[in-house]
């Protein structure tokens, strides 16, 4: 397949796209410095084509960025590129003095696949314009095997888990203490002591990520008509969940379940009582800073590890363990899977099983209750630990 794309006839390609090399690149014109020229139309090109995708600013940025960094470790051009260039910046980003993730080696390897294939497209005629001006053309560099392949259902830091029941009341109580130290003290930073406990109870009961719930705003409260108890919380309306591929931002509704309806009066007096003391009742977020400004995800985790800490936890638990100990407890809890993946926004079941850590205490006590069945049905004496 890739021979063929490589020597496709120019003449069989006859629309000439905004992000093809007929398009960027001036005809009958000299260039000063025509490598340099050519590359940077190939990279506005592959711009134009994102954007014509709908891909988000900030994707394509970043792919962009890769593609400039990844010229600069070679020291060439596209068309001189080589399936070696891949291999060695492969090796020199996992084997460096700070080495990245699996995933993240092989999500820059996928962009740079992305922007060779682009280059490939007949389409785009850059095959034959650096054919015609350099004598060579780019080729296919990213392939099955100098690349890295998915071997495991999780690739994580294995020491990150969810954190137990009691962990978690743990983490609560140290909140708590927080705020009453401060309080206590009369020093500036109750408020923001207040926030911290209330943002983390929030995260943990309805299992968001951390941009979900900085981005929360009163309007995104809703009510559930089959939990009228609830109030205006029954519900929470998600519109920057985690996107796919660079698109926009996905959406969904999280029901608060009656296991954690205790957040309910956290909430009810982080907006009555504490909200309006950090900025204009105009301003649409939940969480503001005391200048009155959306909070950010390094203040929120900076305030989870002061709590962590506070509360003697693992030095390896993040902000985002609270969302792998919402889907656990869930499951736990006894609630369906799918029921779990929805409220998650996860696209794959795949995806809710790498993060349900059940616990031991909890498959122990299916055990014992699937033999105390056993004997009740043989007319024994249930099954003791």
Not at 68 to 85: I, K, M, V
Not at 203 to 219: H, I, K, P, S, V
Not at 226 to 249: E, I
Request: a neutral charge; glycine letters at 8%.
């Amino acid at each position: 397949m890739w021979h063929l794309i490589q020597h496709a006839p120019e003449g069989l390609v006859e629309d000439v796209t905004a992000a093809s090399a007929a398009a960027l690149l001036p005809g009958g014109v000299g260039l000063l410095d025509p490598e340099r020229a050519v590359f940077d139309a190939m990279v506005e090109g592959w711009r134009r084509q994102m954007l014509s995708r709908g891909l988000k600013a900030s994707t394509i940025k970043s792919r962009l960025d890769l593609i400039g960094r990844f010229a600069t470790f070679t020291n060439e051009y596209p068309w001189a590129w080589t399936p070696e260039d891949v291999e060695g910046f492969s090796s020199d980003l996992l084997g460096g003095a700070k080495p990245c993730s699996l995933s993240t080696a092989r999500n820059y390897q996928n962009e740079i696949r992305l922007f060779t294939e682009y280059l490939l497209d007949p389409r785009y005629r850059w095959v034959g314009e650096c054919q015609r001006r350099f004598g060579r053309s780019p080729q296919p560099i990213v392939h099955e095997w100098n690349t890295i392949g998915h071997v495991g259902d999780y690739e994580g830091d294995p020491a990150r888990r969810a954190l137990t029941v009691d962990e978690v009341q743990d983490l609560f109580d140290a909140a708590d203490d927080l705020v009453a130290a401060a309080v206590a003290s009369k020093r500036k930073g109750r408020l923001a002591a207040m926030r911290t406990a209330a943002v983390l109870k929030t995260t943990y009961a309805f299992g968001l990520r951390r941009n979900e719930c900085r981005m929360l705003d009163r309007a995104d409260m809703r009510r559930n008509p089959k939990a009228p108890a609830f109030g205006d919380l029954g519900a929470l309306q998600v519109r920057y969940g985690k996107s796919s591929r660079g698109s926009a931002a996905k959406r969904r509704t999280v029901l608060l379940v009656p296991e954690m309806d205790w957040v309910l009066p956290v909430m009810d007096y982080w907006l009555a009582e504490v909200r309006p003391k950090l900025g204009p009742m105009k301003h649409p977020a939940v969480w503001l800073t005391e200048r009155g400004t959306r909070i950010s995800v390094r203040l929120m985790d900076e305030a989870f590890d002061e709590v962590s800490d506070h509360a003697g936890l693992p030095s390896e638990l993040t902000l985002h363990s609270l969302r792998h100990s919402y889907v656990t407890h869930l499951l736990e809890f006894g609630y369906p899977e799918l029921f779990v993946q929805k409220q998650v926004g996860h696209s794959y079941a795949a995806t809710t099983a790498i993060y349900a850590h059940v616990s031991d205490e909890y498959r122990t006590r299916l055990m014992q209750d699937s033999l105390d069945r056993q004997m009740a049905e043989r007319g024994m004496e249930g099954w003791t630990s």
